[in-house]
């Protein structure tokens, strides 16, 4: 398979460049030249979802990968269930926090981390760079912790994540550096763009990125909505299925639509925003204007100018009726949320994070007649602990793998939002 750049002025590239890489040469995103779609016979008989995922990503992969070694990653990768329960009638969760790090990243960090250690056997070093607003961070530093050959460089924003999720990339030094940047997580992509595109950096240094800006971190979410259809399937609830997505830096709603794209029977779809309305907004007016991030209490969706709206562009051929056609918006602030989450805790018993809540809320509300909905809860509600109690006036339990990462000493290197000190310190790896 060969991946072209969003921005139309790079060299095609093979999928050991697109990995390696991470960011095209004109600071495009990189996407492939087809996508491939699956046969009726499979959606008739899906298996497990270990199967479901193989089959999805021989579509993606196979052309690059050798089959029983692809089959090995996906395999690895989803040593957990990612299940479908129902919230009420016609509602159901998607639960993607059952990996390691309690967060629906876990999926796309594990998978890349297979597939550049695939890549990279007996080559130099590689410097993994990676923005977070909060879950990227653990999924890619614990996804990645160990792997030799591979250093990674988690950038988050000091005072603008939860204290759980610092902890999950702060604790855990080996191969792991933490760069607690004063700024915003805009800030902290922007940083990690620019050193793609430093040339005295990338004479200096091998670098890629673990966020989904990179291809193998995003299109392996797209087994997620294979999962859940096939679940819903068994159901008997596969019928006029729409699916909502909670959304800030959009690799996951837009693994979703490529998912689409390969004949996944999905109606249309939602695209739940907190106050960073920025899609939202492109929706209603046609035009795309990304502005600085608000801080919310849905904290990994407080993105102001998702880096994945490029790829969705150029899916839909820069056409935004094409858009609005497969996607729909909605956009909370944060008393929305907390009403939400304590709205269905009280009626239905069922315990969202708060962005999940923008999930359910937005299907709630949008879902119409005959229809029947999935969410995406995106992390487990004991990652934003003290905001969730403080909501639902009650404490909540925090599962053990969480708690084995508040034990841990933080590490952290603090750093100015400008790119001079950023440089410098990568300098002096």
């Given at each position: 398979m ?18 390696v890489?991470?960011?095209a ?21 899906m ?24 089959h ?8 957990f ?5 129902e919230?009420?009638?016609?509602i ?12 629906f990243k876990?999926?796309g960090?594990r998978?890349m ?9 007996g ?20 996804g990645f912790?160990?792997?030799?050959g ?30 607690e ?7 902290c ?6 050193a ?13 990125s673990?966020?989904?800006?990179n ?7 797209a ?14 609830k596969?019928d ?16 979703a ?5 390969m004949?996944l ?14 899609f ?14 608000v801080?919310?209490?849905?904290n990994?969706?407080?993105v ?22 497969d ?7 944060d ?11 009280a009626?239905?018993?069922?315990l969202?994070d708060?962005h ?14 005959g229809?029947?909905?999935?969410f ?5 509600p ?6 969730v ?8 339990d ?9 034990n841990?000493?933080k590490?952290?290197v ?16």
């Amino acid at each position: 398979m060969r991946y072209y750049s969003t921005n139309g002025k790079a060299p095609v590239a093979d999928l050991r460049k697109a990995v390696v890489k991470g960011l095209a040469e004109d600071r495009g995103l990189y996407m492939p030249e087809r996508i491939q779609q699956l046969p009726a016979a499979f959606f008739e008989s899906m298996g497990t979802f270990v199967e479901v995922a193989q089959a999805v990503a021989d579509a993606f992969f196979g052309e690059d990968v050798p089959a029983a070694e692809l089959h090995r990653i996906v395999a690895e990768t989803l040593s957990f269930d990612c299940p479908v329960r129902e919230v009420e009638p016609g509602i159901y969760a998607l639960e993607l926090f059952h990996g390691p790090t309690l967060a629906f990243k876990d999926v796309g960090a594990r998978f890349m981390a297979r597939l550049l250690q695939h890549f990279l056997v007996g080559k130099d070093e590689v410097h993994v760079l990676v923005a977070t607003s909060g879950d990227t961070g653990s999924a890619v530093a614990n996804g990645f912790l160990g792997v030799d050959g591979i250093r990674v460089h988690v950038l988050y924003p000091k005072g603008k994540v939860s204290p759980i999720q610092e902890c999950q990339f702060t604790t855990l030094g080996k191969n792991i550096t933490a760069l607690e940047i004063d700024g915003t997580f805009d800030d902290c992509q922007a940083l990690v763009k620019a050193a793609f595109m430093d040339e005295e950096l990338n004479r200096a240094l091998r670098l890629t990125s673990a966020n989904s800006i990179n291809v193998a971190r995003f299109l392996p979410q797209a087994f997620y909505y294979f999962w859940a259809y096939a679940q819903l399937k068994k159901l008997g609830k596969a019928d006029n299925v729409v699916c909502c997505v909670p959304s800030g830096n959009f690799g996951n709603i837009c693994a979703a639509l490529f998912g689409h794209r390969m004949g996944l029977p999905i109606k249309r779809f939602i695209a739940a925003n907190n106050a960073n309305s920025v899609f939202y907004e492109f929706l209603g007016t046609g035009e795309y204007r990304p502005r600085p991030s608000v801080r919310t209490i849905a904290n990994a969706m407080d993105v102001g100018d998702p880096s994945n709206f490029a790829r969705i562009w150029d899916l839909y051929g820069h056409d935004v009726d094409a858009i609005r056609k497969d996607i729909s918006g909605a956009t909370y602030s944060d008393e929305q949320i907390a009403s939400t989450i304590k709205d269905c805790f009280a009626r239905t018993g069922y315990l969202l994070d708060p962005h999940g809540a923008c999930g359910y809320r937005a299907l709630k509300e949008g879902l119409r007649h005959g229809e029947v909905g999935f969410f995406c809860e995106t992390a487990h509600p004991a990652k934003f602990k003290d905001t969730v109690e403080g909501i639902i006036g009650t404490s909540v339990d925090i599962p053990e793998r969480l708690a084995a990462f508040m034990n841990g000493t933080k590490q952290a290197v603090s750093l100015p939002k400008d790119f001079v000190s950023f440089k410098e310190y990568l300098l002096t790896l």
